[in-house]
């Protein structure tokens, strides 16, 4: 079992930046994978980013590239995502989520709460 734990959510204004963290216990040894989600009121659940857990290969979708960056601090089983250039079409619950034991993401955080204002 993995243990997600997000922080890092609120309101900023467009423009501005904020940083995720999600922080993983448990067994972290069976991590493969961890990604952050989104899912903006009315619309469904889309993967932003997500890093490969032991060679920190990257991915982000399109509409964040360049904005916001993915990271994984090992030592303390912790996963960030930087968050630049906030627009109010990025307002959303973000999730954190582990891929683990080569199946899907089977893992997932309570979610938190980002708001950008126009």
């Known amino acids: 079992q993995v243990q997600l734990v997000e922080s890092g959510g609120g309101l900023v204004q467009a423009g501005g930046s904020l940083r995720l963290s999600c922080a993983a216990s448990g067994h972290t040894f069976s991590i493969d994978a961890m990604a952050w989600f989104r899912q903006a009121h009315g619309k469904e659940r889309e993967v932003v980013a997500r890093?490969?857990?032991?060679?920190?290969?990257?991915y982000y979708v399109d509409s964040v590239k360049g904005r916001f960056t993915i990271s994984r601090d090992n030592a303390k089983n912790t996963v960030y995502l930087q968050m630049n250039s906030l627009k109010p079409e990025d307002t959303a619950v973000y999730y954190c989520?582990?891929?683990?034991?080569?199946?899907?993401?089977?893992?997932w955080g309570q979610g938190t709460q980002v708001i950008v204002s126009s």
């Open positions: 890093i490969i857990w032991r060679l920190s290969n990257t």
């Open positions: 989520a582990a891929q683990a034991d080569g199946k899907g993401y089977n893992y």
